[in-house]
């Protein structure tokens, strides 16, 4: 009853979709995702190690569910995004690009001036996204991911955060 008078009167203490820290108690759902949408996914331990060694990780919910994640490092100005990825059911909405857009304001708040990221070529989405929101490649990392057959290079991409 109070809460839809609160939302009647436009109090709701939340809005439908909103980025907060990511919690150890958010792994499973976490890892739920990750196996989803990589080949090569993140171990529970990873994630378990960025929460520990106090990396910036952030959980993205909608309607109360955690739809998407980042864990992003930042270190002497230079921030690193390790991984960003969404649930497959909010793909291709524009939920990624504001995601990233996101984790570009908090980079900022944390004093970085660049943001730093490496990703697969053949990850056209991801490039296509980073691209489209002003990373600009600077270098390519030989051999640098597990691939099917053999290795698959890595670009480094770049951001300047005015
Ligand atoms: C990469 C990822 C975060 C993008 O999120 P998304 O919500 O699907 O992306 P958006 O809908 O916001 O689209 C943003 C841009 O990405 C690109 N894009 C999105 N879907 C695309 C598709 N199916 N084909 C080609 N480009 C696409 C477009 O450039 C798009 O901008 P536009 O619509 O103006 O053309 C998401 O696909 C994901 O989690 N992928 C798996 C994890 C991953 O690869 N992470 C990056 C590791 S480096």
């Not at 009167?9 to 990589?38: C, F, N, Q």
């Not at 171990?43 to 960025?50: A, G, Q, R």
């Not at 390519?140 to 951001?159: I, T, W």
Request: one cysteine or more; hydrophobic letters at 40%; a positive charge.
């Amino acid at each position: 009853m109070l809460a839809r008078l609160a939302a009647l009167l436009g109090l709701s203490k939340k809005p439908s979709l909103y980025i907060r820290p990511l919690k150890e108690h958010d792994i499973g759902a976490v890892l739920a995702i990750e196996e989803k949408m990589y080949h090569y996914p993140w171990s529970e331990s990873i994630f378990k190690d960025c929460l520990k060694v106090g990396y910036s990780n952030w959980a993205y919910v909608k309607n109360e569910q955690l739809i998407g994640y980042v864990i992003l490092s930042v270190a002497a100005a230079e921030a690193h995004i390790l991984n960003i990825c969404l649930d497959p059911a909010y793909t291709g909405k524009g939920i990624g690009r504001q995601f990233l857009q996101e984790t570009l304001t908090i980079a900022k708040k944390k004093k970085a001036e660049s943001v730093f990221l490496e990703v697969r070529p053949s990850n056209t989405v991801a490039v296509k996204l980073y691209k489209k929101a002003g990373f600009k490649q600077i270098g390519q990392r030989k051999n640098y991911y597990p691939a099917k057959e053999g290795r698959e290079d890595a670009l480094v991409l770049s951001y300047q955060l005015e």
